[in-house]
């Protein structure tokens, strides 16, 4: 039989018309009429004698992926990537085949991650009339809002009108909302795209209830189903993604794991003479080829450059636009999974650091997330054996539509520098054993209150308040060497304000602060800084462009100062001893791969079989000394060079560098910067 082209209903690409909709109201007799119609239909299809059987190509990614660091606000990266292809099967009345005709992996991190079967295909029968992913073990058995039993356990209200344009008719389509009348029990939440005069679904975006979820280390899963339409009759799948989203069970840190499956579906041939023998009797719906098949199928483009083209996608995150849709449409309630009531940290140096000041410093940390997740309690207390010193931060959070109204206080012990120049862990590590301290610390005081929402791709945070920083001096005694003394940097207490935006994606960060401060009698700051970084990449090497410019007021405090040189900005240059008012830092890298002998490691994967080179070069500058600091203006440029080694896919990374003024060294060498959030 001919083929005829498909006509499929993407949110951007296709031209939509609106019409006036009703006003929205839940079980409207307009509203029931068309999902009565569409629950008959979805239950003529499977006997319709006009489609007896087809068979299909799949193609798509799995993608394992890791996200880090308080608020989630950088995009996750990869883990580990896996593409596949399927020959898809379908028979009346609903059985289905998948057959795993193709399938190769990367590892961008060691991992063992194993996916359950139904990651590794697509969604048939728009899941039929009860819903299961993980083969059960994640949702089981949620009924479908178009199963015979969904008007008794679901409500629909008709959200808007719209009008497809096709060349051979015009396709009326309600967008219809749709939720339990329990979320106490398993079920979803979403939004339904229904063909109205076929009373076909088209188009299924949706989540489910905490109830649905049979593991406790999921976060949440978000579904969206696209249907493409063949002969002016039938919508069958078109485009599927899923997202599923894991935390740790019993414990809250800002670390979460996605499985994110992406999937394309064509080359239908309809009416068609199946294999034989291809639904057999208990055996699963999706199966793998033989290996020999899978390792000689022919692929249209080499991985690296497949996984490449793929990852715009990911980085875009639409499916947090979906997320966001849900989460507005229930209001008064969360849709995740996780325990209410855990013990929570921002990171693993909340539960026991150490630094010249507090020396060694045990914590502990719980969050609290009553009223159906909604809102958010977090606390934490720490007490430091050398310094002998209570320190605690509490906070509450609320969730107000896509915003989240947070409200503080803490006195902390904190390094004054924007951003860190080592992790946690390395610093304690060095701290204790060697004497070596990378930060000047304040003893913090603060309240305040803050809003953070998602504007244009990008994180803003507005917050303000009340805060006094405190002197504090090295209190500890190291197990090797000498600690340096910790500057005096104390004052009287400011108001404060503060605007904070940071966008990440496509390869460029970039951040941008502005801040304001009154203090008693006419003491009164502003303070401004921004950054930015851009990598390139080609033909295996990377070339990433980077710094930041700040200034700040004549009254600037000398907590807020903006420092440099040593680790973290110009390595060889003495720690910290260019600082003031003014300053700007910028940086050019260039990586190349080098050969590297790969260690197995078993069900992880190996550490790789190259690693990373590279050549620097960063020039700093800083003006306008502030009185009672260590660090004074730079009088002039301070330019460095040197080289660096990235090993263990990336883990691991080590920076020489030279300062051009004296000829000093400077070595360094840490985890990667972005798994410090939880270090």
Not at 147 to 160: K, M, R
Not at 613 to 623: H, Y
Request: charged share 25%.
């Amino acid at each position: 039989m001919s083929l005829r082209r498909l006509w499929y209903l993407p949110p951007i690409v296709l031209l939509m018309f609106p019409v006036p909709a009703p006003a929205q109201s839940w079980n409207t007799p307009v509203v029931r009429a068309v999902i009565e119609r569409a629950i008959a239909r979805r239950s003529s299809v499977q006997a319709d004698s006009g489609l007896r059987s087809f068979r299909a190509r799949a193609h798509g990614f799995v993608f394992f992926l890791g996200q880090l660091g308080e608020g989630f606000s950088e995009p996750p990266r990869l883990v580990k990537s896996d593409q596949l292809a399927l020959e898809v099967y379908w028979q009346a009345p609903g059985r289905s085949k998948q057959i795993i005709i193709g399938r190769r992996d990367r590892r961008d991190l060691p991992t063992d991650v194993q996916y359950h079967r139904d990651h590794l295909g697509i969604v048939q029968n728009n899941f039929g009339n009860q819903i299961r992913l993980g083969e059960g073990d994640e949702v089981r058995d949620v009924p479908h809002p178009l199963s015979p039993d969904g008007p008794q356990l679901y409500e629909y209200a008709l959200v808007d009108s719209l009008s497809l344009e096709l060349p051979d008719r015009l396709v009326r389509v309600y967008q219809v909302a749709v939720r339990p009348r329990d979320f106490g029990g398993p079920g979803l939440v979403g939004t339904m795209f229904i063909d109205v005069e076929a009373a076909e679904l088209i188009r299924f975006r949706f989540s489910f209830t905490p109830a649905a979820y049979r593991d406790n280390t999921l976060e949440d899963i978000t579904v969206v189903l696209d249907n493409g339409l063949w002969f002016g009759r039938y919508w069958l799948p078109r485009r599927q993604e899923i997202e599923i989203r894991r935390r740790t069970s019993w414990l809250d840190i800002p670390a979460r794991g996605i499985i994110r499956g992406r999937w394309e579906i064509g080359s239908y041939q309809f009416n068609v003479d199946l294999p034989p023998n291809l639904f057999l009797p208990g055996e699963p719906e999706i199966v793998p080829a033989p290996l020999a098949a899978r390792d000689t199928f022919n692929w249209d483009q080499p991985l690296d450059v497949a996984i490449r083209d793929a990852l715009g996608p990911v980085e875009r995150a639409d499916l947090d636009r979906v997320r966001s849709e849900l989460s507005r449409a229930v209001a008064n309630r969360a849709l995740s999974g996780l325990p209410g009531t855990r013990l929570g940290f921002g990171s693993i140096s909340d539960l026991i650091h150490v630094n010249r000041v507090e020396g060694l410093a045990p914590g502990f940390g719980w969050v609290e997330r009553p009223a159906h997740g909604r809102y958010e309690l977090r606390g934490w207390v720490s007490r430091g054996f050398s310094d002998e010193r209570w320190k605690s931060r509490l906070s509450a959070s609320a969730e107000i539509g896509a915003a989240v109204l947070e409200m503080s206080g803490a006195r902390e012990v904190r390094d004054i520098g924007d951003e860190p120049v080592i992790s946690r862990a390395a610093n304690s590590f060095l701290s204790q054993e060697r004497g070596y301290d990378f930060g000047d610390y304040v003893q913090l005081d603060q309240l305040m209150l803050g809003l953070r929402a998602r504007v244009a791709g990008a994180a803003l945070r507005l917050s303000g308040g009340w805060e006094r920083a405190g002197s504090v001096s090295a209190e500890a005694t190291p197990a090797a060497g000498r600690y340096r003394p910790n500057p005096s940097l104390g004052g009287p207490g400011s108001v404060v304000a503060r605007a904070e935006m940071d966008r990440h994606g496509f390869g460029f960060d970039g951040s941008f602060s502005l801040e304001g401060g009154l203090g008693s009698g006419s003491r009164r700051y502003v303070r401004v800084r921004g950054s930015a970084g851009k990598t390139f990449a080609l033909a295996g090497t990377e070339t990433r462009l980077s710094g930041w410019l700040g200034w700040g007021s004549t009254q600037l405090p000398g907590y807020r100062s903006f420092v440099m040189g040593g680790r973290g900005s110009l390595p060889g240059e003495p720690f910290r001893a260019w600082g003031g008012r003014r300053a700007a830092l910028g940086r050019a890298d260039f990586f190349f791969p080098v050969p590297f002998l790969a260690v197995p490691l078993g069900g992880f994967g190996s550490t790789g079989n190259r690693a990373m080179g590279g050549l620097f070069v960063a020039v700093g500058w800083t003006g306008s000394s502030i009185p009672g600091v260590p660090w004074a203006a730079s009088a002039g440029a301070r330019p460095v060079a040197g080289g660096e080694l990235e090993l263990f896919h990336r883990l691991l990374r080590a920076e020489l560098g030279i300062g051009l003024h004296d000829g000093r060294l400077g070595l360094s060498i840490d985890v990667r910067r972005d798994l410090w959030p939880i270090l």
